[in-house]
C-alpha cells in the first residue's frame, strides 16, 4: 500500500493479514521522495490515495483460514444424518420437545438431527458460513459465542414450543448466528461484518418469514417457527451483549495532522528540494568614517 501525505511526502504501508488468528497490523515505513513536490497532485492522486488487494479478497483468505472448525462441526452433522439413515437408529426420536424435562438433552442433540437431505444441505451452508464469520470477527470469544447461542436458543424453544411436539435441525442456530452478526455490526457501525450478513441473509431466503407461524402452512413444511424464532432472540441479545467486544466501527486510514510535525519547520529537511531550502546569507556592513 502506498500513500501520500499533504505535504507531498511519500510512504510505503505494508499492511499485512495474520493468516492464523485473523487480524491485521501496519508497518509504516518513510520513504525517500521523488524531487517533485507536487507529485500526488501532478498524477490526480489527490491527498491521499491506496494501492492494495480488494478488500473481498482478503476476507476471503480470512474465511480459508477460519473456517477449520466450524467445518468440523458441519462434517459431525452430516456422519450423524448418514449413520442415522443408514442403520436405521432412529436417533431423531431425541430431538428438542418443548416443556418436558426430556427436552433438556435436545437442546444439545437437536442441531445434529435433520428429517431429509434437503433439510440438511439447506441448513449447512449458512450455519458453515455464518460460523465461519465469528471465527473471523471474533478471535477470543468465538466458542463461547456458538455455545451461548446454542443454549439461550434451545432454552427459548423449550419454554415457548408446543408442547407434545418434536424439533430437530440446526436452523434454530443459523437464525441465532446471523442475527448475532447483524445485530453487532449494526450497534458497531461495521460495514464489513454487515456486509457479510447481508450475504448470509441472501443464501438463507427464509430468513425473515421464517419466525412466522404462517410460514410452515405457506410452503407446506411442518417447520418449527418457534427455533427460528428462538435463535432470532438468542443473536439480538447475544449482539448487544458483546458490542464492545470483536471488530468495531472500522476506521482504515488515519487522516495526518501538521501538530508536532518539525519537519515542515526545518529549511533542510532532506524531502525539500533545493530550491525550498533556505540559502545562506551573507550580510557585510559598511562603515563610513563622520567628516
Same mark, same amino acid.
Given at each position: 500500500m502506498?500513500?501520500?501525505?499533504k505535504?507531498?511526502?511519500i510512504y510505503t504501508i505494508?499492511?499485512c493479514y495474520?493468516m492464523?488468528?485473523?487480524?491485521s ?6 520513504t525517500l521522495?521523488l524531487?517533485?513536490p507536487?507529485f500526488c497532485?501532478l498524477y ?5 490515495? =491506496? ?10 483468505i480470512?474465511?480459508? @483460514?477460519?473456517i477449520i472448525?466450524?467445518l468440523?462441526i458441519?462434517v459431525s452433522?452430516?456422519v450423524?444424518?448418514?449413520?442415522n439413515?443408514?442403520f436405521?437408529?432412529?436417533l431423531?426420536y431425541?430431538g428438542m420437545?418443548?416443556? =418436558?424435562?426430556r427436552?433438556l438433552y435436545?437442546?444439545f442433540t437437536m442441531?445434529?438431527?435433520h428429517?431429509d437431505?434437503d433439510h ?7 450455519l ?10 471474533f478471535e477470543?470469544?468465538?466458542f463461547?459465542?456458538?455455545?451461548f ?9 423449550l419454554?415457548?414450543g408446543?408442547y407434545?411436539?418434536?424439533?430437530i435441525?440446526?436452523s ?7 442475527f ?19 450475504l448470509?441473509i441472501?443464501l438463507?431466503?427464509s430468513?425473515?418469514?421464517g419466525?412466522f ?5 405457506i410452503?407446506?413444511k411442518n417447520?418449527?417457527w418457534?427455533g427460528h ?7 439480538v441479545?447475544?449482539?448487544l451483549l ?5 471488530p ?8 495526518e495532522?501538521d501538530?508536532g @510535525?518539525d519537519d515542515d @519547520?526545518d529549511?533542510?529537511a532532506?524531502?525539500?528540494t533545493p530550491?525550498q531550502r533556505a ?13
Amino acid at each position: 500500500m502506498i500513500s501520500c501525505g499533504k505535504n507531498g511526502k511519500i510512504y510505503t504501508i505494508l499492511h499485512c493479514y495474520s493468516m492464523h488468528y485473523g487480524y491485521s497490523w501496519k508497518i509504516h515505513i518513510e520513504t525517500l521522495p521523488l524531487h517533485h513536490p507536487p507529485f500526488c497532485q501532478l498524477y490526480g492522486f489527490g491527498t491521499h490515495f =491506496e494501492i492494495r488487494l480488494s478488500k473481498m479478497l482478503n476476507l476471503l483468505i480470512r474465511l480459508i @483460514d477460519s473456517i477449520i472448525w466450524p467445518l468440523v462441526i458441519v462434517v459431525s452433522i452430516w456422519v450423524v444424518f448418514f449413520v442415522n439413515m443408514r442403520f436405521d437408529l432412529g436417533l431423531n426420536y431425541f430431538g428438542m420437545r418443548p416443556q =418436558e424435562w426430556r427436552g433438556l438433552y435436545g437442546i444439545f442433540t437437536m442441531p445434529f438431527l435433520h428429517g431429509d437431505f434437503d433439510h440438511l444441505f439447506s441448513n449447512s451452508v449458512p450455519l458453515l458460513l455464518s460460523m465461519g464469520f465469528i471465527f473471523i470477527y471474533f478471535e477470543r470469544e468465538r466458542f463461547h459465542i456458538l455455545l451461548f447461542n446454542a443454549l439461550l436458543t434451545g432454552i427459548i424453544l423449550l419454554a415457548m414450543g408446543e408442547y407434545g411436539s418434536n424439533h430437530i435441525g440446526a436452523s434454530g442456530l443459523v437464525y441465532a448466528y446471523i442475527f448475532f452478526l447483524i445485530t453487532h455490526a449494526v450497534v458497531t457501525r461495521n460495514k464489513e461484518m454487515l456486509g457479510a450478513a447481508f450475504l448470509l441473509i441472501f443464501l438463507y431466503g427464509s430468513l425473515i418469514y421464517g419466525i412466522f407461524p404462517e410460514y410452515g402452512r405457506i410452503v407446506g413444511k411442518n417447520i418449527s417457527w418457534e427455533g427460528h424464532l428462538g435463535g432470532a432472540i438468542s443473536g439480538v441479545v447475544l449482539g448487544l451483549l458483546y458490542r464492545n467486544r470483536g471488530p468495531q466501527q472500522a476506521i482504515f486510514f488515519e487522516e495526518e495532522t501538521d501538530d508536532g @510535525d518539525d519537519d515542515d @519547520d526545518d529549511p533542510d529537511a532532506y524531502w525539500k528540494t533545493p530550491e525550498q531550502r533556505a540559502q545562506e546569507t551573507t550580510v557585510r556592513y559598511y562603515y563610513k568614517e563622520r567628516e
